[in-house]
């Protein structure tokens, strides 16, 4: 109680911890320099500088005194408290006048000694040494107070000579050390798995760093390339846009020039005509009738030519010439040329596809039938009755026809809500038998896989990776970049999702390859 009075003394009142380079104050109480330092730094701006303790003022900043004594006794406190901390073995229980520390335990004696005491020590057998323990009743059996000499194997609990008499009667029994050698010859197996289970894992994650670190270059050169496209269809737009409003301006000049032209001959027409008018009103008003008879016919003043052109234009209902329309054709032709343009740029931004699927009966295994148009597999329990072959499989799958050895190719695929399958694709030198052949479950072949029931995930070379998302479509997209050495699946929903990529070095041509047990998936060939 007194050192944790005489502790309590020495705690600076500021920080609440040991005086560190303890220093005091005129009005005689003590802070650590830092401390008090730090609140007379504060009370520089306003002048006024007052002890923390006991809040006597003082004219200007004090001077702080060291306290050689308290530092004394807080440098002996603390040797002191390092001193007990560093003792926490366990001692000779008969060395009382001063600790020793043990070498090792009996059981049967249940103490601990030295090396002097176990020079002296009993060698009968009951007396059984082990490394030094505080927990010494822990090696006893609980019900007989016996040494735990033996383990049942079969109850897996350790027990003295009693127990194996006992109620462990007719169990196998083991030795301690020989159980105790099984166990570790498991748990170094189990080690041995952990060891290399983790080491995968750091290949997983070197393998997803790389990935990270790529993903910025990555996303970089995918946006120039875009912007390259945009930049290049704008260019484009630019040029067509000036054809066409090129064009426009040339016609309308031309059909400027053409109507002003027609408009001054029409001018002049109707002069003529005026004239002709007001002569055979002058005529008409005329009250000598010689004069009026000896005027040439009206008909006179009409203009033959125009006469004749009536005639050979078909006649008088006829209007004079309005000029053309603009030519639409020439700009319906150059805005067909934009069309054609941007399908080009969409040809070099998507996929070519979708692909044409078509399963190959010849692989299908017999417990799946396959639809005449060979786009779905349903799973069966009646057995379908073809020969089996080597390139046939055992088991619930069937691969496509067709397999792609360069390109980038998507296509589709609709499951049916009941029952299990896998989706994806595979080498032609996959295992036709075996659990190993299912695709997926191997280094040839890579899926997606789900049911009903169960999360969904992807699985290559049977390391299956769950997938967080909730999945409510039952239509799938597989993408493959062949020479990118990408395959991946998306969700086709609304908007489409992204699910996983798998990378790789392909290395042979890549078959579409369905697994399907209990329900059916049909492979979907239309754009959407």
């Known amino acids: 109680m007194a050192a944790a009075d005489l502790r309590d003394e020495l705690l600076c009142s500021i920080c609440l911890s040991t005086y560190t380079d303890p220093v005091m104050l005129r009005c005689g109480h003590n802070f650590c320099r830092v401390c008090i330092d730090r609140v007379l730094d504060t009370q520089d701006e306003s002048g006024v500088y007052s002890c923390p303790e006991c809040r006597e003022e003082f004219p200007g900043r004090p001077a702080l005194m060291r306290g050689f004594a308290l530092r004394k006794i807080v440098k002996n406190v603390r040797h002191t408290e390092r001193s007990q901390e560093e003792i926490t073995g366990i001692f000779c229980s008969y060395c ?220 008088h209902d006829k209007q004079p010439h309005d000029g053309d329309d603009l030519d639409v054709a020439v700009i319906s032709h150059t805005l067909h040329t934009l069309c054609e343009v941007i399908s080009g740029i969409r040809s070099g931004i998507y996929m070519e596809g979708p692909a044409d699927i078509l399963l190959d009966v010849n692989t299908a295994a017999n417990n799946v039938h396959i639809s005449d148009d060979l786009k779905t597999a349903t799973g069966t329990e009646e057995k379908q009755k073809r020969p089996e072959t080597a390139e046939r499989f055992q088991y619930n799958q069937v691969m496509s026809r067709r397999g792609f050895t360069s390109g980038r190719h998507y296509w589709d695929v609709e499951i049916s809500r009941s029952g299990w399958w896998r989706v994806g694709m595979c080498y032609p030198s996959i295992d036709r038998r075996g659990g190993q052949s299912l695709i997926g479950d191997n280094n040839k072949s890579w899926s997606l896989f789900g049911s009903y029931n169960i999360p969904y995930s992807v699985i290559h070379d049977r390391k299956e990776i769950r997938l967080p998302h909730h999945i409510s479509s039952n239509r799938f997209r597989i993408c493959l970049d062949y020479e990118a050495g990408q395959l991946s699946f998306y969700e086709l929903c609304d908007p489409i999702r992204h699910l996983h990529t798998f990378t790789a070095t392909f290395s042979e041509p890549l078959h579409a390859a369905l697994y399907v047990c209990n329900g059916y998936l049909t492979i979907k060939n239309e754009c959407h």
Not at 123 to 149: A, G, Y
Not at 227 to 236: K, N, V, Y
């Open 96 to 315: 009382v006048d001063s600790p020793v520390p043990a070498v090792r335990s009996c059981l049967h004696c249940e103490a601990s000694l030295c090396d002097k005491h176990l020079r002296s020590h009993s060698k009968s057998p009951e007396h059984v040494l082990s490394d030094p323990s505080t927990s010494l009743e822990k090696r006893k059996c609980s019900v007989h107070k016996m040494i735990l000499e033996y383990y049942c194997t079969e109850d897996a609990a350790c027990i003295c000579v009693y127990c194996s008499a006992g109620e462990h009667r007719g169990h196998r029994v083991e030795m301690l050390d020989e159980a105790s050698e099984k166990k570790k010859k498991k748990l170094r197996n189990n080690l041995q798995k952990l060891i290399t289970k983790r080491e995968e894992t750091e290949k997983r994650i070197q393998y997803l760093e790389q990935q990270w670190r790529k993903a910025p270059e990555k996303a970089a050169g995918e946006a120039e390339r875009v912007t390259a496209l945009c930049t290049d269809i704008r260019r484009r737009v630019d040029d067509l846009e000036k054809k066409v409003l090129s064009e426009i301006s040339r016609q309308e000049k031309e059909e400027s020039l053409s109507l002003s032209a027609l408009i001054h001959q029409l001018e002049i027409k109707k002069d003529e005509l005026s004239r002709k008018m007001r002569h055979i009103e002058e005529l008409c008003n005329m009250t000598d009738p010689l004069t009026v008879l000896q005027e040439p016919d009206t008909g006179d003043l009409c203009d033959p030519e125009e006469e004749g052109g009536d005639e050979d234009t078909g006649g």
